[in-house]
């Protein structure tokens, strides 16, 4: 059973940095592709960065410059380094895993922003 534990989120100053982490277990992680998406209430759920089995690093436009997306294939582990954060970037932070057709999500980590 595949399972995603996210973690790091938490309140910061506008223009702050926070560094996500999601543990999975259950899977073959270094075959699966990676994302981390982000949702605010009422809103759907929007992809913020991807990364392939081998390394390869996709971003929305609205993240490129400022967030970092890269994994830890030993340990298991996705990371999102997030830099100059606004307060645009408030939302719940969630790890997605894909596994063939299938996609797992995590429970959330919640990110707020101050301005």
């Known amino acids: 059973q595949v399972q995603l534990v996210e973690s790091g989120g938490g309140l910061v100053q506008a223009g702050g940095s926070l560094t996500l982490s999601c543990a999975a277990s259950?899977?073959?992680?270094?075959?699966?592709?990676m994302g981390w998406y982000r949702q605010t209430p009422g809103k759907q759920r929007d992809l913020v960065a991807t990364?392939?089995?081998?390394?390869?690093?996709d971003y929305a436009d609205s993240v490129k410059g400022r967030f970092t997306i890269s994994r830890d294939n030993a340990k298991k582990v996705v990371y999102l380094q997030m830099n100059s954060l606004k307060s645009d970037d408030t939302a719940v932070y969630y790890c997605?895993?894909?596994?063939?057709?299938?996609?797992?999500w995590g429970q959330g980590t919640q990110v707020t922003v101050s301005s």
């Open positions: 997605a895993l894909d596994q063939g057709q299938r996609r797992f």
């Open positions: 259950g899977t073959i992680f270094r075959f699966s592709p």
């Open positions: 990364i392939t089995i081998r390394g390869t690093t």
